[in-house]
């Protein structure tokens, strides 16, 4: 079965930093994209990060410079390193991947940038 878990969410000050892990269990980790996506009260979830089998990398415009996606084959997890965060990143944040033509998702972490 597929699982991914998320870890490292929190409170965290504007400006300030977080790393967000997904650990994956139930594929073959090094053939699949991995996607980290977020949901805002009230808002419709969307896609923030995206990663390829072979690392290469794509951005919502409204993350772009400041969040890198990144994954270690090694560990069979993605992460996400949230930099200069600012309250509307506040959200709860969930890996995604595609498999046999389902896509999964983790339970997701909830993310509150706030002073």
């Known amino acids: 079965q597929v699982q991914l878990v998320e870890s490292g969410g929190g409170l965290v000050q504007p400006g300030g930093s977080l790393r967000l892990s997904c650990a994956a269990s139930?594929?073959?980790?090094?053939?699949?994209?991995m996607d980290w996506y977020r949901q805002a009260p009230g808002k419709q979830r969307e896609l923030v990060a995206h990663?390829?089998?072979?690392?290469?990398?794509n951005y919502a415009d409204s993350v772009k410079g400041r969040f890198t996606i990144s994954r270690d084959n090694a560990k069979n997890t993605v992460y996400l390193q949230m930099s200069s965060l600012k309250p509307e990143d506040t959200a709860v944040y969930y890996c995604?991947?595609?498999?046999?033509?389902?896509?999964?998702w983790g339970q997701g972490t909830q993310v509150t940038v706030s002073s």
């Open positions: 995604s991947t595609n498999h046999r033509l389902t896509r999964y």
């Open positions: 139930g594929i073959i980790f090094r053939l699949y994209a």
């Open positions: 990663i390829t089998s072979g690392g290469s990398t």
